[in-house]
């Protein structure tokens, strides 16, 4: 009986490791998502402002806390180098002579992580009167999420997921804001669905500086290719405030 129970506890171990080469095999043989050409396919799609002329850094201002020369554009890309912690930037409404908005609008960017192990282009981004972060790969490389709702961060938080950034991949991010609702995917999966609407919304120190709209890395060199911002459409913000209005239902203060 005993040597029997044996074999069948060596059959599950051994069915159990091939089951993982073989998930491995399938994993290893999925084709990587081409963030670029998803960007470039809706260039007609919306009405874009290009908030990164590929070429310089106009209009964005480097907050000097990566080092000298950690902020720079080199062949079409914009680099957060990485520092002895943070290195930042913000965009500067006033050379651009516009004003970030504050609710119904889109943000996307095209990133990538170059080297390092934590977040290697972090979102800062208005809501209303308040300001909140999204943050790609903290906490050692794999968390996502929303920094700060109710004081607690991304890690912390129920609008946290793990997602597994690749270093040397880019990465499609659409960030979706209304007064009520964020939304974020990640290539073309939504991994944030969060109705903000009466919760407490703040940033981290670490990233006050990119205040109202800005990227911050973290012990990573990252990399940016595209931003650009747009209007969300009618349907589009209705949709979003409905999940809002059926959420608000359940929802004790």
């Avoid at 912390?156 to 990465?171: C, L, R, V």
């Avoid at 109705?195 to 006050?208: D, N, P």
Wanted: hydrophobic share 40%.
């Amino acid at each position: 009986m005993k040597r029997t129970t044996s074999l069948l506890a060596l059959a599950v171990v051994c069915l159990f490791a091939q089951f993982q080469v073989d998930a491995k095999e399938d994993k290893k043989d999925e084709p990587v998502f081409d963030a670029i050409a998803a960007s470039q396919a809706d260039d007609d799609k919306y009405p874009w402002i290009n908030l990164f002329d590929g070429k310089t850094l106009k209009n964005w201002v480097d907050n000097k806390d990566g080092g000298d020369e950690a902020v720079r554009v080199k062949d079409g890309v914009l680099v957060l180098g990485m520092g002895p912690t943070t290195t930042s930037i913000h965009f500067d409404e006033e050379a651009a002579g516009m004003e970030i908005p504050t609710e119904n609008y889109e943000i996307e960017y095209v990133s990538r992580r170059a080297t390092g192990t934590d977040f290697f282009s972090a979102l800062t981004f208005p809501i209303g009167e308040k300001r909140v972060t999204f943050v790609n790969g903290g906490w050692g490389g794999m968390v996502a999420g929303i920094s700060s709702i109710d004081g607690m961060d991304a890690s912390e938080n129920s609008s946290s997921s793990f997602f597994n950034f690749k270093t040397g991949q880019w990465y499609r991010f659409r960030v979706q804001v209304t007064l009520r609702t964020v939304r974020v995917w990640v290539n073309d999966e939504l991994i944030v669905d969060y109705v903000v609407e009466g919760h407490t919304l703040s940033t981290r120190f670490e990233v006050s500086r990119c205040e109202p709209l800005g990227f911050a890395s973290w012990v990573s060199d990252g990399e940016i290719k595209v931003v650009r911002m747009r209007g969300l459409s009618d349907d589009e913000i209705v949709e979003m405030n409905k999940r809002a209005a059926e959420a608000a239902k359940f929802y004790v203060p």
